[in-house]
């Protein structure tokens, strides 16, 4: 991975951890405790009928109102009236990958978008309730932090990566693919995959491409004037994560503005603040 301009340096992120904000409040949200956990009555993938499903989720409701909203009261009362989300997240729609659960983002701490394969289009390809979304955390809600999270064995990159040039869908739009035209979103961390990992297997090359189609994503959010404008005036970091459910592991690091290179010619990234949880 030459090709890619890695800062090796291992310090700490300037930002604090969710964990550290609740030490230094403990009153402002509710945490993930040992009774808080109790919420999670039995699995979903083991109840059999339309009613035990609901009834299992009732369940989980009411855990969740007698253990948590009300014992956190005013809190919720609060989040009522008004947000104020230091982060915006941008994760996959997986069924396995929750960021309130993988990461224990509280209501109130993280506005969330999530959409196949975790992607960020590009300005130029107009509207999407992605950049929709983005627009109203950014400029109404003037997150401070934005964090791309992808994982292992992503579907929709696998999807990416066998997606050939389709001369039959130009011929027929009715018949385009709806999966197909939005994942065609990280093209560009396709080509650089395929360009640095040809030597390499297919499943190997679909695992870098994860992680590729994030710091694509990243310097995409560049290409919106307004976030650009906060970053560059250092109002906002972009971030990176991926989580691996294989061996339970997250990485996450921030985008290098000042050392990344945009111009459409010759696009590159550094990324910083690299660190492993496993």
């Known amino acids: 991975m030459d090709w890619i301009h890695m800062d090796r340096c291992r310090t700490a992120a300037s930002l604090p951890s969710i964990k550290e904000k609740q030490t230094e409040s403990p009153g402002c949200c509710v945490r993930l405790d040992g009774e808080n956990q109790s919420t ?7 109840t059999d009928g339309y009613q035990n499903l609901f009834g299992l989720m009732k369940q989980r409701f009411m855990s969740f109102k007698n253990k948590k909203y009300i014992k956190e009261l005013e809190h919720f009362q ?9 982060f915006m997240v941008i994760a996959c729609a997986d069924s396995r990958v929750c960021p309130s659960n993988i990461l224990g983002f509280q209501p109130g701490e993280a506005f969330m978008i999530r959409n196949i394969a975790n992607l960020v289009p590009p300005m130029k390809n107009g509207p999407s309730e992605c950049n929709a979304a983005l627009q109203f955390a950014v400029t109404t809600l003037q997150v401070e932090n934005i964090l791309v999270i992808g994982h292992s064995s992503c579907a929709g990159i696998e999807t990416l990566m066998n997606m050939q040039d389709d001369a039959e869908s130009s011929v027929h739009p009715f018949s385009r693919n709806f999966i197909h035209k939005w994942v065609a979103n ?10 640095a990992t040809a030597h390499l297997s297919f499943d190997q090359q679909c695992r870098f491409c994860e992680k590729e189609s994030i710091n694509q994503s990243l310097l995409n959010l560049l290409s919106y004037p307004w976030i650009e404008d906060r970053v560059r005036r250092e109002l906002l970091s972009l ?9 339970c592991s997250f990485e996450k690091w921030t985008l290098d503005v000042e050392r990344c290179n945009v111009k459409k010619e010759r696009i590159s990234y550094v990324v910083k603040e690299q660190d492993f949880w496993s």
């Open 186 to 195: 990280g093209e560009l961390a396709k080509l650089k995959t395929t360009a």
């Open 78 to 86: 609060a989040l009522a009236e008004a947000q104020s989300p230091k």
């Open 239 to 247: 971030h990176g994560g991926y989580y691996n459910f294989n061996n």
């Open 40 to 46: 999670d009555k039995g699995n979903m993938s083991e």
